[in-house]
């Protein structure tokens, strides 16, 4: 079995990329950065599944697809999974017996909440990858990225978002903490799923674009921009579940509008040194 580490390299250090982001935003054609799909991002290689030269491409994918087989063809036969076993499950597994972290079988049980990023992520994976090997590779160094760079920022999300909140709009803070509600805000939809779940495909891979380029500041500012853009209806609301049930099930019209608004936020902020994560 042919094994290959994912570096923790990013594209945020590529003075190239950055220039390119900078122009487009001076020239008018903001958001033309965001809106590189994730496929397209394989390209750049942010995640560091592919070897930089082209032409080892072909090889190192024959590599995967093959580690990819091993692994399954091992679960299979630890009868950990089996052909009815979901897809996102299965990614789970494999997962979980790469990082050393696979229960025993006879303490098997189906996934719960502890797994729910994971599996959140890969349902909205599923949706922007058709290849299965590629789809597994993707979610394992995005969620490997995710937690080894950002891990010990990811607490402090909430009070960083209560932060900037108090900057925008004190009133809805106010509200959120006498209603009781702002301790439970679906962070864990936002911050540890990011997003996965909540916004669809198109409006998530803009934002999976700026975390995988080095920044999970971004959630904050989409999140703070949901607030925003639904601060009379959540405004309206007294009890603490009805806010949380509406924020979890947003309006899917106008994500691409709300992520395009939570960028402006992140760029408005950007220099301010006060709570950076």
């Known amino acids: 079995m042919h094994m290959f580490n994912c570096p923790g390299g990013t ?40 070897p930089p030269h082209s032409d080892s491409h072909a090889l190192v994918g024959g590599y995967r697809k093959e580690q990819y087989q091993d692994i399954l063809e091992a679960l299979e036969v630890m009868r950990y999974i089996n052909s009815s076993t979901p897809s996102t499950h299965v990614y789970l597994r494999m997962f979980q017996l790469e990082s050393q972290t696979l229960p025993r079988c006879s303490e098997t049980s189906p996934p719960d909440e502890e797994n729910e990023d994971f599996l959140s992520i890969s349902r909205a994976m599923e949706e922007i990858v058709d290849d299965p090997v590629d789809c597994y590779w993707l979610v394992k ?23 900037y909140l108090s900057q925008e709009e004190p009133r809805l803070l106010n509200h959120l903490k006498n209603s009781g509600a702002l301790h439970q805000l679906p962070y864990n939809l936002w911050f540890r799923c990011c997003f996965a779940g909540c916004l669809p495909e198109s409006s998530l891979q803009r934002v999976w674009d700026k975390v995988i380029s080095g920044s999970c500041k971004i959630l904050v500012f989409v999140a703070l921009e949901i607030l925003l853009s639904y601060k009379i209806i959540l405004m309206g609301i007294n009890r603490p579940e009805g806010m949380v049930k509406f924020l979890c099930n947003i309006p899917q019209e106008n994500t691409d509008a709300i992520v395009t608004k939570a960028i402006d936020l992140w760029h408005k902020y950007s220099g301010t040194l006060i709570h950076a994560i």
Do not use: W
Request: charged residues 30%; contains cysteine.
């Open 141 to 163: 160094c995005f969620v490997n990225q995710y937690h080894t760079k950002f891990g010990d920022s990811v607490p402090h999300l909430p009070k960083s978002l209560e932060h």
């Open 11 to 50: 594209m945020a250090d590529d003075p190239q990329r950055n220039f390119r982001s900078a122009y487009y935003e001076k020239v008018g054609f903001r958001g033309v950065e965001e809106k590189k799909s994730l496929e397209i991002l394989l390209k750049d290689n942010p995640l560091g599944i592919l």
